[in-house]
Nanobody, 120 residues
């Protein structure tokens, strides 16, 4: 069974940076396209970045993956209060995430989410 475990998010001041990570287990990570999705209260989940199995990215280009470590990363830079949200790591057993990028409900596996809070 695929499992995704995100690192702790945290609280930062506006202008600060955070690096999120997500450890994948339960299958061959290199066969999955991956994404980061965020959600704020009252809004739908939005994909902010995805990365295909061949490294092609959509959305923010600060997403990266290390297949040797089964880990997905996202660098969040110059954070603003409106970036405050729950951030989720997600995986799909496909080469490309072009469809889940447009419709995050297409992701098959999800992490538990990690809270990022940005104060002004």
């Amino acid at each position: 069974q695929v499992q995704l475990v995100e690192s702790d998010g945290g609280s930062v001041q506006a202008g600060g940076s955070l690096r999120l990570s997500c450890v994948f287990s339960g299958d061959d990570f290199s066969n999955y396209c991956m994404g980061w999705i965020r959600q704020t209260p009252g809004k739908e989940r939005e994909a902010i970045a995805t990365i295909d199995t061949d490294g092609v990215t959509r959305g923010r280009d600060t997403i990266s993956r290390d297949n040797a470590k089964n880990t997905l990363y996202l660098e969040l830079n110059n954070l603003r209060p409106e970036d405050t949200a729950m951030y989720y790591c997600a995986a799909n057993p496909n080469r490309s995430c072009w469809l889940p990028y447009l419709d995050p409900t297409r992701f098959k596996y999800w992490g538990q989410g990690t809270q990022v809070t940005v104060s002004s």
